[in-house]
């Protein structure tokens, strides 16, 4: 049992290690604000670690991470309701160099998901922003794939129906 539990947290360290900006960019796309994003992968790999150093029965750390993350990121939402910030105040931010690029990502991303509904707009970012297989969404969401890539396509026929509304607006 405890090579198990090594070789889990071997698998856990290499995964932080190759998938450390994959991980962040991840939690940033979800909520936008670098400082809090940072802290709540920190808080979910710390998590995830405790997890793995008492129980050896996880099957694929590396997905079992990404839940963790995806998980912090909506109880940051829960916990932290009125730390939303709108995407008009979010371009409005000074935002340093170094995250001009990720931060003018997330809010042409948002702005683009934002019509969209919830289950929808996450979909799209899981499979196009974050490079998902559909399985993998299906499990992360706790959905069946069918579903998965029902709301994909759902999500990109509005999105295309409401370029070409604005493509005839012009």
Request: aromatic share 8%; hydrophobic share 40%.
């Amino acid at each position: 049992m405890e090579r198990e539990t090594e070789r889990l947290l071997e698998e856990l360290e290499r995964i932080v290690t190759e998938r450390q900006d994959w991980l962040f960019r991840f939690a940033y796309m979800r909520i936008g604000i670098r400082e809090e994003a940072e802290d709540v992968v920190q808080d979910a790999l710390l998590s995830v670690f405790r997890r793995l150093r008492g129980q050896t029965s996880i099957g694929n750390v590396e997905q079992y991470v990404i839940r963790a993350i995806n998980n912090a990121c909506t109880d940051y939402f829960r916990r932290k309701p009125l730390h939303m910030v709108t995407l008009d105040r979010a371009e409005q931010m000074s935002i340093d160099e170094a995250d001009r690029q990720i931060h003018n990502e997330f809010v042409r991303i948002s702005r683009l998901l934002e019509m969209l509904p919830p289950e929808q707009s996450e979909i799209v970012r899981l499979k196009c922003y974050d490079d998902l297989t559909f399985k993998q969404i299906a499990e992360l969401q706790g959905i069946p794939e069918a579903t998965a890539k029902s709301r994909y396509r759902y999500a990109i026929m509005h999105i295309q129906q409401r370029i070409k509304k604005k493509e005839g607006q012009i």
